[in-house]
Structure formats: C-alpha cells, structure tokens
C-alpha cells in the first residue's frame, strides 16, 4: 500500500518503473501492478528522471520555475499514489 | 493511466493525450500478435480466417527476435492470438522468452491446453493474463457461434484457471444478436471465477463479414449495451471497441474515442505480415513485414500506411453530423469490409447513417480478406466446422491457397 506522498521527504522513480521516451515525454510503465502513465510534457520526465537526486520533492521543485511548481507538484503526487515513483530508501519524513 | 494491454485510459485528462495519440507513439501499446492461422475450431465469426496453419508461419527463432525487438523498443506486453495460438509446439517456450524479456503476454485461447497442471503453471508465472473466449452464456449460444463443445472447453479451462488460484484472468465475449440478452449472465459467469469480463464489439472482419448481417446487434441491442456499460464500465473491460455508440447518451464510455489503428495500435499476423489493426487484414491496411531488413521497428516508425493514418483526420461526410465529436466516424476496418467510404458513417452508426449507406451500397463487390485459412471442409475432431466450402474459392475468390 502507499503512503501518503510527502513533498518534504526524498522520492525517486520506482525500480520497477520503466520509462519510454514519447514525443509529448514519456510513458511510464509499472512492472509490478501493470499500469501506465503518461507524461505529458518533456521536463516532468526530466524531473522524474532526476527525482532522487534531491534530498526532497521541494529541493526538485525548486529547480523549475516558480509558475510550473504546483502543476507537477500535483503530477507527481499523482504518480506517487501510482506507485510509479516511492520515497528514497533511508529518507526520513521529519523536516 | 491504464491497466494493461488494450484497455481504456481513465483519466480525466484524456483529451490533450488523444492529440497527442494521433500522431503516433515511439512503439505501441496495444499490440496483437497472431502466433498463428490454426485453430481447433471454425468460429463462424473469426475475424483472422483462421483454421489451417500457414507452412510461412514464423519460426521459432523469428519469432525471438520479434520478442528481442518489441524488448529494445520497450513494448511492455503484447496481446497474443491467432488462431488458437497454443497449438503452436513452441507456445510455452515462446511464452516464457517473452516473460523472461519484460514482455508481457495476454494471451487468447478457446481453452484448448488449459488442464488442471497447466493453469496451476500459469498461476505461478508473473507478467502472463490469460483470455478465455466465449460467445455464448450458455452452450446453445455459445457453440452456435463457437462450434459444439466449445463451451464445455472453455468453461474446464476457467474452472481449472479458478481453482489454480489464477485471479481476475478475462472472459471475453464477442457481442452478438443472441448473447446481448445474456450480458448479466457473462456477468455472473465472470463474478463465479473471481474473473474478469471483457465484451467487445463484432467486426465483419475474415468470416465475421460473412454473418456480420445476422449477427450484428440490432439498433436496441446498442442501446442496451451502451446503457449497460454506463452502468457496469468499471468493472467491465471493452478494449475501448464501443466508441461508436458514445453518441448514444450524454456519458461517453471510458476510453480514447480514437480509432488507434497505426497509431497505438498494429496487428503482426503469423507469417509476420504488419497491419494497422487486428481487425484489418487485408492489403490495403499491409505496412509491412517483420521480415523485412529493418524489422518491426522499421515498419512501425516509416511505413508510408501508419504515416498517413497518423496525419489524416477522417471527415467527409461525418463532419457536419453533431455527433462526430462523440463517435469520430466510428471503426474504419467495419466500413471497409462493409463497402462504406473510410471518410464516411460506421455501419452501426446510432443516427443511422450507416444503414442508410449500406442499403445503397449493395452487396457485391464487397473487399474480402487477401488471407483465407479457413478449413476446406469440416474435419472430424468433435469440432465439427459450421463453415464448408468445398474448395477455396467457392467462397472467395481471393482465397488463398497452400
């Protein structure tokens, strides 16, 4: 079952997720539960991609620009309750 | 978001993804891959034609390297068939290369090999569905269609899938004028061997169009299965075939609303024959072979057919009807086997456009499949054929012959 997403915690792509490059950005499909999401623009996958780089979804947001950060911030809770993407193993949800 | 394999996208955001479908995926993803032409039975209604083996089938290495491809281009699952693809010796081997390669395989089978040890297999293996067919919710339907003994095969094979363990496999139903009536009971059926149902539309595709006029459902019975879907959808799969009745009501049906023939959607035939659609056989829907130097992959990014299906919008006489929106002019494989220009009405169209056309276009002259292996005469296996024509061409004079 999922938690609930957390932006303050750390995120990354589920490994069990495989992304495929599309014209409009990416599909990603889930190996475990066999369900497809579509990303539907080129620097969302580029932040999925890049998720667990970031000690916390906030830190990731805070390299787009302010205008876009609500819009994906919505996009990857969603992925986060598709389990496409799963909080870093070890990151803590305490601030 | 989706469940896989052909299944409607349900998000409320699908508009924007429809624009973006049409002009075509990387790789797609709904594909249907017929393992081969031979089939135990002779359904009256089969959309390949199938019954004899076609002797340039693929191999066994082919058919590997196919899997090798799909891999690379990261196709996650593909929709097997046939035929009965079972029959094939090297089904299980192939079947396990797939899985092996991340490539998923729902297959469709008449319940032909599912024994007891063989669903307690396939219960065991990760990344595999299974689809058991049946036409009829009880066997005087059913084997009308189907052939006799074929409910009592399908419906072992469910209770052997069942009692393995083998959670929400599909039953999937091929609407018709005789089993409309029975959709609770597919229903109860689907709810007794914790499966799931899939019902999806009849095409007058391969022998299909040979019965398409009688068993086609009637304009009430689309009403009944439009309203019915309104009422089960979420539990019940279409592999989004209904879209043309969306123009029924004010609640579209969950799906695309999009013909995703070459654009998500191709078919690769047994002898690796790549067409825009399982329900399109026939050359003038042919865009090429696997067989061919640069593979599928080569075919699926370049062949001058999906180009054209990923840039034309069909318009014609449809764009000016209120409901072109809803429905999008319907299904282009049942206009093609039906005589109706690509651009204009369905056959089934809800404003009875496409009656009205098929009444002017007659009969003759209609497009047949260029691939026919139906049985020449009925053989003897307790499956006797519904369908005899005693020679190739009595039926078509494009048959083809071995």
């Given at each position: 079952m999922t938690a609930p997403f957390e932006p303050g915690r750390g995120y990354q792509l589920n490994p069990d997720v495989a992304l495929r490059p599309e014209p409009f950005g990416a599909l990603a499909y889930h190996f475990g539960t066999r369900r497809l999401s579509f990303l539907k623009a080129p620097d969302l996958v580029e932040l999925v991609r890049g998720l667990?780089?970031?000690?916390?979804v906030s830190d990731a947001l805070a390299t787009l620009p302010g205008g876009r950060r609500e819009v994906y911030l919505r996009a990857l809770a969603a992925l986060a309750a598709a389990d496409m993407i799963v909080p870093q193993p070890g990151s803590s949800d305490a601030p | 978001m989706m469940t896989a394999s052909c299944e409607p996208v349900r998000s409320e955001r699908v508009p924007a993804l429809v624009e973006q479908f049409k002009g075509g995926l990387a790789a797609p993803i709904c594909l249907t891959w017929e393992w081969t032409y031979a089939c135990n039975l002779s359904c009256t209604h089969c959309l390949s034609s199938s019954g004899r083996r076609d002797p340039a089938e693929l191999t066994t290495a082919e058919m590997r390297s196919v899997i090798d491809e799909l891999r690379a281009m990261q196709v996650f699952y593909v929709n097997v068939g046939g035929g009965?693809?079972?029959?094939?010796?090297?089904f299980w081997e192939l079947l396990d290369y797939a899985v092996a390669s991340q490539v998923g395989v729902k297959f469709s089978t008449?319940?032909?090999?599912?024994?007891a040890e063989r669903a307690q297999r396939l219960a065991a293996t990760d990344y595999v569905d299974v689809q058991v067919s049946l036409d009829g919710a009880s066997r005087e339907v059913n084997d009308a269609v189907r052939g006799h003994g074929s409910y009592d095969m399908a419906l072992r094979a469910m209770e052997n899938l069942a009692e393995a363990g083998f959670r929400d496999f599909k039953i999937s139903v091929v609407m018709t004028r005789h089993n409309v009536p029975q959709l609770d009971e597919f229903a109860a059926i689907a709810g007794r061997f914790g499966a799931q149902l899939r019902i999806t539309r009849l095409r007058p595709s391969g022998r299909g169009a040979d019965v398409w006029n009688e068993l086609h459902p009637t304009d009430q019975q689309q009403r009944e299965i439009y309203s019915w879907l309104v009422d089960h959808?979420?539990?019940?799969?279409?592999?989004?075939?209904?879209?043309?009745?969306?123009?029924?009501?004010?609640t579209p049906l969950p799906g695309l609303n999009l013909c995703g023939a070459g654009r998500v959607v191709c078919l690769i035939d047994p002898i690796g024959d790549v067409y825009a659609c399982p329900f399109a056989i026939h050359d003038a829907f042919k865009a090429g072979t696997v067989r061919s130097p640069g593979g599928f992959a080569e075919v699926w990014r370049s062949a001058p057919l999906f180009a054209e299906l990923r840039t034309?919008?069909?318009?014609?006489?449809?764009?000016?009807?209120?409901a072109f929106s809803s429905c999008q002019g319907g299904c282009m494989a049942a206009k093609f086997f039906t005589g109706l220009p690509l651009d204009g009405p369905d056959p089934e169209c809800v404003k009875g456009h496409g009656a009205s056309a098929l009444s002017d276009s007659g009969r003759s002259g209609l497009p047949r499949p260029d691939k026919d292996h139906s049985r020449r005469r009925a053989v003897s296996m307790g499956m006797p054929s519904v369908r005899v024509p005693a020679k190739p061409c009595d039926s078509s004079p494009l048959a083809v012959t071995e």
């Open positions: 667990g780089a970031h000690r916390s | 009965e693809p079972t029959v094939r010796p090297d008449n319940g032909l090999r599912l024994d959808g979420d539990r019940v799969l279409t592999g989004d075939s209904f879209f043309h009745l969306n123009a029924l009501g004010a034309g919008t069909s318009s014609g006489a449809c764009r000016s009807c209120s």
